[in-house]
Every structure is written in C-alpha cells, then in structure tokens.
C-alpha cells in the first residue's frame, strides 16, 4: 500500500464510504447518524465502488451511521473486494451474532472496528463494555479478518479510566486497540484533563507498537497544541457520504461537494495542493495517517475553502452537538496495512 502510494500522488489511498447514514443507536456526542433514513440503493453504491477503483483506491471503509442495518452489505464488500481493495468496516457491534460475524467471512472482509465507550451503558452511550463483551467473545472464536477496539476519553466520558480497562479487555482477547478523544468544541483543540492525560499515556503505553508511528501528532491533541501538516483531503483520503458527494472528511464537509461520478484526476491534483484551514487543530487522525506519506513532497499552494467547522450540505450534521470525536492511535487503514504485509 505504502510503495504503490509512494510512486504516484494521484490516487486515493483511502476512502470512506457511507451505504446507510441511519443508526440503531443514538450516542449523544455523534453529528453522524440520523433515525430515518433509507439504505443507499445496492447498485447506485456499485457504482460508487467501480468509481472508487477506476480512481485507483487502495482501501474502502464502510462506515455510518450503521453499515450492518444494511440489508446488502455483504454484496457491498464483495464487490469492493472483487476490485482487490482492502476492505474496512465500522459498526457499533449491536448487530453482530456469530452467524452474522461467519457471513462476514465470507464476504472476504479485511478489518473490522467497534469503538466501546465506557465500562457500563449511562446516557451519553450504550456502547458499552458490558453490553458488547459477549460479542467479542464471538468475534474471537468465529472472524477470520482482523479486529480493532477502540475506545475513548476526554469530554463527556464519566469515568476515563473505562478506557483502559476496553484496552487491556481488546489486547486479552487478542485484538489490536487503539483510543479516541472527545473534546468539547468542535474544531477546537483543548487540553485534556488531567485524569485523562493520565489515562491516555498509559493507554499509549500498553498499545505501544500501534502508537508508534504518530506519537507526535497524538500527544499534541492530546495537550491541546496544533499539529502543522499538509492534509491531503479530497485526493488522498475521500469521504463519500450516502448522496454520493466527494467531502474532505467527516468533520468538513460540504468540500469539495463535487459527486464522485464526476471526480477527475483533475480534482485530485488540485485537492493535493490545496491547503486546509483546518489543519493545524484537526482531529482527524486517519485522514492524518493516509497524508504521512507525502508530508515531505509537494507544498501546498491553493488556497483552502475550507474553514474550522466546515460549511453545510445536505448530510452535514443533522444531529450536531458541541461534542466531537477523534481517533488516536492505529486507524483503520493502517492496522490493515499491519494484517497484509
Ligand atoms: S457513534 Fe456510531 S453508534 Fe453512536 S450514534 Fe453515531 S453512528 Fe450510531
Ligand atoms: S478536518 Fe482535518 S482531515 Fe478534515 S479537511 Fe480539515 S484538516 Fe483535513
């Protein structure tokens, strides 16, 4: 993945792709789910994957809203795989049953991630140790692909030691981990508290070998500090929301707002160039990940379009609280870079 990305800029490394924005749940810090939406119709996403492939994308996630609620998920990861994209997954872990888990195999999925939020349920989220516990045990004794849990910490969070129990509980049953902030303003990056702080170094600690790549960049959002890099949204990383239209990412969207039908090499040369406003107190550690690779080539000369707490489209956070959550450590994208080498 690395080398193919090394030799050319124009290209996708990773796209995010949203088949169902509805969610079985509703965690009050999520700007990402509604409770009515119908399923993008199967071969309306099939074309969006060929696209994705003719771009020359190296990973597709699933992500949501819940992707399991819908009911032609299986035919959606086989035909990411059927173009040899290294496929991801995103799910509450609600709906898994160990028949579901082994169709999953089937489908020839890569990787799968759940993010577990605490220890037991309260109001801010359901997804809990507790509840999901038993359907790791399914995961361990029935997935063949890879699985990731990640949990969280910061605003929000009642009791941020709960992360490291998720952890310790992730690495035992033999899955990689990996933690998440929530800060309390969106965009803004503020120093964690210090129970935390404490909590995330040793979280860090225990995940060593997944945090070793993007220490710097983890530790600054961790203190509050901004991160100065070239985001490279809208050609490396796409997301792809359920209307069809290319975003930056899931935090900024309404740029560019071009439909991925329509996206040339063009608009992702341009895209490479283009800086973002954002950037320096961005949270979103796997667009992040997916830029690593061209940090020290191409300086960005564009202007950004894009200005901290993005503009509105038609799916942009219809659910927007003042709560925002990033991901730390191993995304998905390069855990699965780890599965396949
Ligand atoms: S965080 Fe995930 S599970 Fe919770 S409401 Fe949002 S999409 Fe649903
Ligand atoms: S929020 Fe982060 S990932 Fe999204 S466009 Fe801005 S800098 Fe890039």
Same mark, same amino acid.
């Given at each position: 993945m690395v080398a193919k990305g090394l030799l050319s800029t124009d290209h996708p490394v990773q796209a995010q792709l949203i088949p169902m924005r509805r969610c079985n749940l509703s965690c009050t810090y999520c700007s990402e789910f509604d409770d009515f939406s119908d399923p993008v119709? @199967?071969?309306? $996403?099939?074309?969006? #994957? /060929?696209?994705?492939?003719?771009?020359?994308?190296?990973?597709?996630?699933?992500?949501?809203?819940?992707?399991?609620l819908h009911p032609e998920l299986d035919d959606v990861i086989r035909r990411i795989r059927s173009h040899g994209i290294i496929c991801g997954l995103i799910t509450n872990g609600y709906l898994l049953v160990p028949e579901r888990i082994q169709r999953l195999n089937r489908t020839g @999925?890569?990787? $799968?991630?759940?993010? #577990? /939020?605490?220890?037991?349920?309260d109001d801010v989220s359901v997804k809990s140790l507790k509840v999901l516990d038993r359907k790791l045990q399914w995961l361990k004794e029935h997935a063949d692909f890879h699985v990731n849990i990640n949990s969280v910490i910061g605003a929000g969070v009642k009791n941020q030691w709960d992360a490291l129990t998720v952890a310790k509980r992730a690495l035992e049953m033999g899955f990689s981990s990996t933690v998440g902030i929530i800060h309390d303003s969106a965009g803004q990056?503020?120093?964690?508290?210090?129970?935390?702080?404490?909590?995330?170094?040793?979280?860090?600690?225990?995940?060593?070998?997944?945090?070793?790549?993007l220490n710097g960049f983890q530790n600054n959002i961790a203190q509050g500090k901004p991160n100065h890099w070239r985001c490279r949204a809208g050609a490396r990383f796409l997301y792809i929301c359920e209307h069809g239209l290319v975003h930056y990412c899931s935090q900024q969207r309404g740029f560019p707002g071009i439909p991925l039908l329509e996206y040339t090499k063009a608009d992702i040369q341009r895209e490479f160039l283009t800086q973002k406003a954002c950037a320096p107190v961005c949270t979103v550690s796997c667009v992040h990940q997916t830029s690593l690779m061209d940090f020290w080539r191409a300086p960005q000369t564009g202007?950004?379009?894009?200005?901290?707490?993005?503009?509105?489209?038609?799916?942009?956070?219809?659910?927007?609280?003042?709560?925002?959550?990033?991901?730390?450590?191993?995304?998905?994208g390069s855990s699965i870079e780890t599965v396949t080498k």
């Open positions: 119709p @199967l071969e309306e $996403l099939y074309r969006r #994957i /060929d696209k994705l492939a003719e771009l020359g994308t190296t990973v597709v996630v699933i992500s949501g809203g819940e992707p399991l @999925l890569d990787h $799968l991630q759940i993010s #577990i /939020d605490n220890v037991q349920p990056l503020k120093p964690l508290a210090e129970d935390a702080q404490a909590v995330f170094q040793q979280t860090s600690k225990l995940v060593k070998r997944s945090y070793a790549r202007e950004s379009h894009a200005t901290v707490g993005g503009a509105q489209c038609e799916c942009t956070s219809r659910n927007q609280d003042d709560l925002v959550q990033i991901g730390l450590g191993t995304s998905i």
